[in-house]
Nanobody, 125 residues
Framework: QVQLVESGGGLVQAGGSLRLSCAASGRTFSTYVMGWFRQAPGKEREFVAA????????QYADSVLGRFTISIDNAKNTVYLQMNSLKPEDTAVYYCALDRLRHIPTLTTDNYNYWGQGTQVTVSS
């Protein structure tokens, strides 16, 4: 099994920044993709960003491109999401996820096998 634990959420004003972290523990895989998703109240969970373990490939949702940066520290088994220029519409619960089968990031929620509990990000206007 794999455990994913997110941290770093909170309340921030529009235009501010936050950095989310997701630490993975338990079973390890030689290749995998880690991603961030978010879910706002009354909306479906949506893709935010993903990165391959090799760091060669990344994917971003159009809504966060140029504002968010995903990175991975394999030595610490931790993935980060640096969020800059935050907007009120970025308010959501942010989830970390792991795809143990692929080495190229995908946007499909069903491709991710393991999920964290989520961390709340609230952006005030």
């Amino acid at each position: 099994q794999v455990q994913l634990v997110e941290s770093g959420g909170g309340l921030v004003q529009a235009g501010g920044s936050l950095r989310l972290s997701c630490a993975a523990s338990g079973r390890t895989f030689s290749t995998y993709v880690m991603g961030w998703f978010r879910q706002a109240p009354g909306k479906e969970r949506e893709f935010v960003a993903a990165i391959s373990r090799s760091r060669v490939s990344t994917q971003y949702a159009d809504s966060v491109l140029g504002r968010f940066t995903i990175s991975i520290d394999n030595a610490k088994n931790t993935v980060y999401l640096q969020m800059n220029s935050l907007k009120p519409e970025d308010t959501a619960v942010y989830y970390c996820a792991l795809d143990r089968l692929r080495h190229i990031p995908t946007l499909t929620t069903d491709n991710y096998n393991y999920w964290g509990q989520g961390t709340q990000v609230t952006v005030s206007s």
